[in-house]
């Protein structure tokens, strides 16, 4: 078994968006860091990009450095007007499961939403230590299969 899997996670967070987002990125970061933690494991790095839509990019860098074990995004879409949301949510999505087939180490999905509201989002802090747990069962399980 592996001890010491060395996880990237990535935050997306909205800093136009003000004091919610920054409060709720910070406990679901809390969340993800005590998850890996009660799994033996280390996130080494956090990058904080400006949002989701802007993830894809930094992921695929990330995922180059061999260090890494697996990767996880955190994040928050939240309800909005129109359909944007939910198509950035889809186009992000399907990105993240390419690039965990191209480099072929796990990506953890911690994204609230998308559409999801302000209370919602408040009940769902623990999407990031689910995703973490997730992505370092996943590449325990790579690297004794």
């Known amino acids: 078994m592996i001890l ?9 967070t909205l ?23 009660a799994m ?8 904080f990009v400006p949002g989701t839509y802007e993830a894809p990019l930094i992921l ?14 955190l994040g928050y879409i939240e309800k909005g007007s129109t359909l ?16 965990e087939l191209e480099y ?6 911690g994204i609230i939403g998308p559409g999801a509201t ?4 408040e009940t769902r802090v623990a999407y990031a230590g689910n995703a973490v747990r997730a992505a370092i069962r996943m590449a ?3 690297k004794s299969a």
């Open 118 to 121: 302000a209370e919602q989002a």
């Open 15 to 37: 800093t136009l968006k003000g004091e919610f987002h920054d409060q709720l990125m910070n406990r679901m970061l809390e969340d993800a860091r005590l998850s890996a933690l």
């Open 104 to 109: 072929r180490k796990p990506v953890g999905m």
């Open 84 to 99: 944007h949301g939910e198509e950035m949510g889809n186009t992000c999505s399907l990105i993240f499961k390419q690039l």
């Open 40 to 47: 033996n494991a280390e996130i080494t790095k956090v990058v």
């Open 140 to 142: 325990r399980t790579m």
């Open 60 to 73: 695929e860098n990330m995922l180059m450095d061999d260090s890494l074990d697996a990767a996880c995004v």
């Open 4 to 12: 010491n899997n060395n996880i990237f996670l990535l935050l997306s």
